[in-house]
């Protein structure tokens, strides 16, 4: 099928935070050693958990949930502490070195791919007011044609509304649009109240997500350009 245009979430499908470096340094002032790759698929894992326990709560107080975040990616890395211990300690180590946002390694390959191939690109992202300072900062703004966020508009995915008025504002359709990200319940279930075709991105194959039933699933984004040629 020829898209018109490609539409992505932010985080975990253009962006991620160097977060696993730091909770690894974490972890080491307790006295526990856990590599960063067996922190990064804990994160993974409870990011999938979290999605669906914790809806739209992103912006919100942290304390609200992040001592459940920090006590499930524990038990991910098969990890005994006082959550509260670890949680204060966390604050104190991110607050003095940001993990701070960086393109997925194919990211920028793939805005581009898609830009010589003619097809448009586009944003619709549950996020904060800092989200163009960080499409800025990691030279994405300039490879989007539309950017649709959630803090600007007052609606949050899966609500119908917010990708309605990407349609609007990219002047395209839901039957010529993709949609990618990493959000089974905002980003799959999203996309089809608006009948919109959704690619799954998952880097751990079904891992995370084996109550699922969606008929592609990706685990980089840059098998995206499969679904486009």
């Not at 900062?137 to 803090?151: F, K, P």
């Not at 996309?191 to 008929?215: F, Q, S």
């Amino acid at each position: 099928m020829r898209y018109h245009y490609v539409w992505f979430d932010l985080g975990m499908t253009l962006v991620e935070p160097s977060r696993s470096s730091l909770y690894q340094k974490v972890l080491k002032e307790f006295h526990i050693d856990r590599s960063e790759n067996r922190i990064h698929k804990a994160y993974h894992l409870t990011d999938k958990l979290f999605m669906k326990e914790y809806p739209h709560v992103l912006g919100t107080d942290e304390t609200c949930y992040m001592p459940w975040y920090i006590g499930n990616l524990n038990y991910f890395l098969d990890v005994r502490l006082n959550i509260m211990e670890v949680y204060q300690r966390f604050k104190e180590i991110r607050s003095k070195e940001s993990a701070g946002w960086k393109p997925i390694p194919s990211a920028l390959g793939v805005l581009k791919e898609l830009k010589r191939k003619g097809i448009k690109t586009g944003l619709i992202s549950n996020w904060d007011r800092t989200c163009r300072k960080v499409l800025e900062e990691n030279q994405l703004l300039d490879l989007l044609d539309t950017v649709v966020i959630s803090s600007e508009m007052g609606v949050e995915k899966p609500e119908r509304e917010i990708f309605e008025a990407a349609f609007e504002q990219g002047n395209t359709s839901a039957g010529e649009s993709l949609y990618v990200g990493d959000n089974y319940y905002d980003d799959v279930l999203g996309a089809a109240k608006v009948e919109m075709n959704c690619v799954l991105i998952n880097p751990y194959g079904n891992e995370g997500i084996e109550e699922i039933t969606h008929d592609k699933i990706i685990s980089d984004i840059s098998e995206i350009i499969k679904f486009v040629d």
